[in-house]
C-alpha cells in the first residue's frame, strides 16, 4: 500500500498530495484567539468537511469547484479507514491565487474598527450611523494577500488585486480579479440568503480560488465553514453589540472567564461546543449528522 505524508499541516486541516488531486483533511482540532486547544472536538472535522460538501453541491451551477468526492472509497487505499472517513474530501489540484477573497454582510470584527475610525472598510466608504454588527446595504467585497506564516494577511483594494495577480499572471490580472470578485458576491448572496432562511446569519467569509489546468477559475479550499466565516445565531440578533460565535461561543466565553487555562477547555464545554456544530450542520443542511 502506497504511504502518504501531509505536505502541508495547517492549525486545523491537513493537505495531501495525490497527483493530479490533493486530500484535504478537516481534523478535529479547535483554535480560539489564534491558538490551537489541546482538547479535539469529536466529529468537528467531518462536520465541516461535509458542510463544505453541502455547499459545494448548492453552487456548483453559479461557479465550478474543485471537489472530487468525499468517499474515501474513491481515495487511495491509505485514507480508507476510521481516521480519514468523513473527514477527508479529494479536489482537483489547482494553481492558487494570491487573494484571500473576503465578503462582508455586516460590519464587524476588523471592518468595524476601521469603520470606527474612519468611515471605510478596506478603503470602501459606508454610510454614516452604522452601528456594530448591522446588515450592509450591499455585501462588500474586501481582499487581502494570503501573508507568510505568523503575519496578519494584509487587506488591499480591489486595484491592488489586479497588480498582485497581474504580476503572476501578465495579461490576466484584471480578468482574474473582476471573476474571483463577482464569483465572492455571487456565492455569498446566495448562500447567505440560503442560511439565513435556516436561521443563521453568515456575517462574513472567505473564500479561494486557483486555475485548473485549462487555465479556467475554480473555487478551492473549503466553503462557507465555521473555520472560515462568522456564523451567528438570527434567534437574538440585534445591531448595536458584538454577536456570539454561532459555534465558538463557549469556547470563548470559558476561555475568557478563565484566563489560566492552559489552553485546555473542560469536557463540558467541548460537549456543547460538539452539540452547536451538530446544530449548525442540520440547520445548513437538513439531516442530522450521522
Ligand atoms: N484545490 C486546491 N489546489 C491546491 N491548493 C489548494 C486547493 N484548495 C486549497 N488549497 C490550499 O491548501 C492549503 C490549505 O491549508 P490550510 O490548512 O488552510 O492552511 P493555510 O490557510 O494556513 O495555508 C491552503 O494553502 C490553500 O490555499
Ligand atoms: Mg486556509
Redesign the pocket.
Known amino acids: 500500500m502506497q504511504e502518504f505524508a501531509p505536505i502541508?499541516?495547517?492549525?486545523?486541516?491537513?493537505?495531501y498530495d495525490n497527483g493530479n488531486s490533493?486530500i484535504?483533511v478537516a481534523t478535529d482540532r479547535i483554535s480560539a484567539f489564534d491558538v490551537i486547544l489541546r482538547n479535539k472536538i469529536t466529529n468537528k472535522g467531518a462536520i465541516l468537511t461535509q458542510m463544505s460538501k453541502f455547499w459545494f453541491d448548492f453552487t456548483k451551477e453559479v461557479v465550478p469547484n474543485?471537489m472530487i468526492s468525499v468517499d474515501v472509497k474513491d481515495m487511495p487505499e491509505f485514507f480508507q479507514n476510521e481516521q480519514f472517513e468523513g473527514k477527508s474530501m479529494m479536489?482537483?489540484?489547482?494553481?492558487?491565487l494570491p487573494i484571500e477573497c473576503i465578503v462582508r454582510g455586516y460590519i464587524t470584527g476588523s471592518g468595524w474598527a476601521s469603520y470606527k475610525e474612519n468611515g471605510t472598510v478596506c478603503g470602501i466608504k459606508l454610510p454614516e450611523g452604522l452601528q456594530e454588527s448591522e446588515k450592509l446595504p450591499e455585501p462588500i467585497y474586501t481582499p487581502s494577500t494570503?501573508a507568510e506564516?505568523g503575519l496578519h494577511d494584509e487587506n488591499i483594494s480591489f486595484e491592488r488585486s489586479i497588480e498582485v495577480l497581474e504580476a503572476q499572471f501578465p495579461g490576466k490580472g484584471e480578468e482574474y480579479a473582476v471573476k474571483i470578485k463577482e464569483a465572492t458576491i455571487a456565492l455569498y448572496k446566495k448562500c447567505a440568503a440560503y442560511a439565513l432562511s435556516k436561521g443563521i446569519i453568515i456575517a462574513d467569509t472567505k473564500f479561494?480560488f486557483?486555475l485548473d489546468r485549462d487555465g479556467n477559475v475554480?473555487l478551492?479550499?473549503?466553503m462557507l465553514t465555521p473555520d472560515s466565516s462568522r456564523f451567528w445565531p438570527l434567534d437574538g440578533y440585534e445591531a448595536g453589540k458584538g454577536q456570539p460565535s454561532f459555534d465558538k461561543q463557549y469556547v470563548r466565553d470559558w476561555l475568557r472567564a478563565n484566563p489560566d487555562n492552559e489552553n485546555l477547555l473542560p469536557e463540558e464545554v467541548v460537549t456543547r461546543t460538539v452539540d452547536k456544530y451538530k446544530e449548525a450542520f442540520a440547520l445548513l443542511t437538513g439531516k442530522e449528522f450521522k
Open positions: 502541508k499541516e495547517g492549525k486545523v486541516r491537513e493537505v490533493l484535504i474543485h479536489c482537483q489540484k489547482l494553481e492558487m494570503k506564516i479561494e486557483g475554480v478551492g479550499d473549503e
